[in-house]
């Protein structure tokens, strides 16, 4: 969809009306009731405290809410503040929200977001998840700051975890990422992020738009566009993550964040492909922190799932992966829970099968991404045994060690991605 087709004529109304503003702060609802209203609250009172001079819009693009989220977000205004020097020099503050057709999707909210952010001519834009239970007004300030006063480009949240929250980031997506684009992004997939001007021109015309990839995972393709650019990343420590309690299914999260990235991997193929030394991304505040809060997953289910997920989808594993790595996964099935193990380097040498499998497409992508989750549990499986009593900086220090094996493994995934068929 061409980007001035993605604003409908009554939001094209509305933001006409707004004029030009220097902060645009984005929301993307669908059934959003029982938080958003205290997260709009939360933003408006970190504008007033830290951007009181700046003119302000916030862009609702909701996918269709069946509750009081459109509601709740229109009520949010200056005039409940209270402080009338506050209100007076606030130079304006405007609330949009528009509903748009079809099924609800991050990536066509961020479209409409982005589009705004353009028409506006907004110096910088914040996108802020809507069920942020944890949010504060310091959230606001910090990760606009590095955009208005250092002129960043892309700036994301680095979270306090408790130590075996995000497997899937910690072994899969961080340490890839790092690995291939040279450049440590704590979070490739934020639910709060902002960007500048100059970084939401690039993205308008961009093809993540009309890509399953961009309508399922548009945050990992903001940062893998930051990424392979060259653009000027910071990260920013905000604190407790505050989502509610969910259990989201493997496949869909597998979806929107494995297959946004490894579609990515295709268009910045030049990109990745060169030699680089993995950095650290200029931060403020902690790298990470973890806390010792206990965490209850049924590691046994895990184990067993992994087990029977390898011998149901033989077949379709022979057509992703290597003989040898598959002989070795089909190996550790037959491990007890005690001594069971997914090393670091069969872990990396899977995934980048599985990548250059994607990119071969040797068969419908989907079910490419549907095999990986019983090896994805397998893993998770090893990685929760293995690290039950581990500290802060032991868990640190394994995931470092798990960047190094991504990088080392590098040329192997180049030799995948070159070859023109499988048995080459």
């Not at 990839?213 to 945050?219: M, Q």
């Not at 297959?259 to 505040?285: C, D, H, I, Y």
């Not at 499998?357 to 490419?368: G, K, P, Q």
Request: with cysteine; proline share 4%.
């Amino acid at each position: 969809m061409a980007d001035d087709d993605i604003l409908s004529d009554d939001l094209l109304r509305q933001l006409i009306s707004v004029g030009e503003v220097d902060i645009l702060v984005g929301l993307h609802t669908h059934n959003h009731a029982e938080t958003v209203g205290h997260v709009v609250q939360v933003i408006r009172d970190g504008l007033l405290k830290y951007f009181p001079r700046e003119r302000v819009a916030i862009v609702n693009a909701d996918g269709g809410s069946q509750d009081r989220t459109i509601d709740l977000v229109r009520a949010v205004s200056i005039s409940d503040v209270g402080n009338v020097s506050t209100i007076q020099a606030l130079r304006t503050m405007h609330i949009v929200s528009t509903q748009y057709s079809g099924t609800p999707s991050a990536g066509k909210a961020m479209h409409i977001v982005v589009a705004a952010a353009d028409l506006l001519r907004a110096k910088a834009c914040v996108i802020v998840a809507p069920e942020s239970s944890e949010i504060q007004p310091e959230w606001i300030d910090r990760l606009l700051r590095p955009i208005f006063q250092e002129h960043f480009d892309f700036v994301t949240p680095v979270y306090r975890r408790h130590r075996f929250e995000g497997i899937l980031v910690t072994n899969l997506l961080y340490p890839m990422t790092s690995a291939l684009y040279g450049r440590q992004v704590r979070e490739p997939r934020p639910a709060e992020f902002a960007f500048s001007a100059e970084f939401a021109g690039r993205l308008l015309g961009h093809e993540l738009w009309t890509a399953d990839a961009g309508r399922l995972g548009p945050e990992i393709c903001f940062t893998v566009e930051a990424l392979s650019d060259g653009l000027r990343i910071f990260q920013t420590f905000l604190g407790p993550k505050g989502r509610l309690e969910q259990s989201p299914d493997l496949v869909v999260a597998l979806r929107q964040t494995v297959g946004p990235l490894f579609w990515s991997m295709e268009r910045t193929n030049s990109k990745w492909s060169a030699e680089n030394q993995t950095q650290r991304v200029p931060t403020f505040g902690p790298e990470f922190e973890v806390t010792s809060q206990a965490v209850n997953v049924d590691r046994k289910r895990l184990h067993h799932m992994f087990r029977s997920g390898v011998g149901d989808l033989q077949d379709v594993l022979k057509s992703i992966l290597s003989p040898g790595t598959l002989t070795q996964l089909q190996h550790a099935t037959t491990l007890d829970e005690d001594k069971f193990q997914f090393a670091d380097e069969l872990w990396v040498r899977t995934i980048y099968e599985f990548a250059a499998s994607y990119h071969h497409e040797v068969i419908n992508r989907d079910h490419i991404l549907q095999a990986l989750a019983p090896l994805y549990r397998g893993r998770a499986y090893a990685f929760l045994t293995q690290n039950s009593e581990a500290s802060a900086d032991r868990l640190e220090a394994r995931t470092q060690e798990l960047i190094q094996s991504f990088e080392r493994s590098k040329p192997y995934l180049l030799e995948l991605w070159t070859a023109k068929e499988r048995g080459s």
